[in-house]
């Protein structure tokens, strides 16, 4: 009977372990999918974040009359164009900046992050306008890697 008792009871402790394990497993690979998931949204906003917008005039003089418009979480973000030297230039990424009030001072921002685009200081700013989905201040490569 002891015997019994005993091998019982260490079922019941290798069936607790072993559903233990089988549990973690599936919580893992949950989080590895929604990682995934999450990796690849990311990948998609870049994408969109680094876009020269087909068919949109982005001139210096259609940035300047551009519409004002606020951000989904109603503060102003500002996309900049960084090219080589000046406008005309080969295009080396983009830079963002935020601001509750103004404008002006998200440009601002932005353009502290100027130095990430062109490390050597031949990056200029150019084609800055508002951009309609928040996004961090900072600075990505043409290609919508952050920096």
Known sequence: MRFLK???ALLAVAGVAFGGSIAGTTYVLDSREEAAHEAQQEAVLA???SEIIAGLDDSVEAAENAPE???NIGTYTVRCQVHEEDEQGP???FVFGNHHESIDTAELVAENY???VAPMGNGELSHC???ENYTSQGAI???GNPL
């Open 47 to 49: 994408q969109e974040r």
């Open 141 to 143: 490569d043409a290609q």
């Open 6 to 8: 005993g091998t019982v």
């Open 69 to 71: 418009v606020r951000d």
């Open 91 to 93: 295009l080396l990424g």
């Open 129 to 131: 306008r508002t951009w």
């Open 114 to 116: 100027l130095s990430r």
